[in-house]
């Protein structure tokens, strides 16, 4: 900040010469005083100083507003695939539970036949109910996961538009 304004004095003091000169080469009517062009120097540096102010506090916002987004892309992301997992899981327990239901209806003929023992029936139904819960807890993550996803979209959304907004204001007023 300090360096930036050592700059502004320099160039200033440099340029403010060149200015004396080309006034001094116009008429004398409607010359400022030389406490006149302190006055508006003074002006002048104070709204540099105000508009850097500005820059500064919206660039400090933008920072912590894009760690933000990219903590919350990466959470959606995470969630993401964990719903897709979970999702392939159940998949994969319905397919598995609908073969193990037709074998047992299978079994079941068996046994009434005869030709298979009544507990291997039972150990297959054992399977299918386990199967049954795994699916029910699966089911009950994706419900989540699905959820929790939606609140991360909406939140990621949302720091956007903060972002945009915010983008607008470092973009100067036009006529």
């Known amino acids: 900040m300090k360096l930036s304004l050592v700059c502004l004095f320099t160039l200033v003091f440099l340029i403010a010469p060149e200015r004396a000169i080309a006034q001094s080469t116009q008429s004398n009517v409607a010359r400022p005083t030389s406490e006149q062009s302190l006055e508006e120097l003074v ?5 540099l100083r105000a508009m850097l102010q ?3 506090a919206t660039t400090y916002k933008s920072n912590v507003l894009l760690e933000r987004l990219k903590l919350q892309q ?3 992301s995470q969630t993401s695939r964990e719903l897709y997992n979970v999702r392939d899981q159940l998949s994969e327990i319905r397919s598995h539970s609908a073969r193990l239901k037709q074998s047992l209806s299978q079994l079941e003929l068996r046994v009434e036949s005869g030709s298979k023992h009544p507990d291997e029936a039972a150990s297959l139904k ?3 109910e386990m199967l049954f819960q795994r699916e029910h ?3 009950t993550r994706e419900s989540q996961l699905a959820n929790e996803l939606e609140i991360g979209r909406a939140k990621l959304n949302e720091l956007n538009d903060r972002l945009n907004a915010l983008e607008l204001e470092m ?3 036009r006529p």
């Open 137 to 139: 807890r699966a089911a």
């Open 171 to 173: 973009v100067p007023n």
């Open 126 to 128: 054992g399977e299918i």
């Open 74 to 76: 990466e959470q959606v």
């Open 54 to 56: 500005r820059i500064n």
């Open 43 to 47: 002006r002048e540096v104070r709204q």
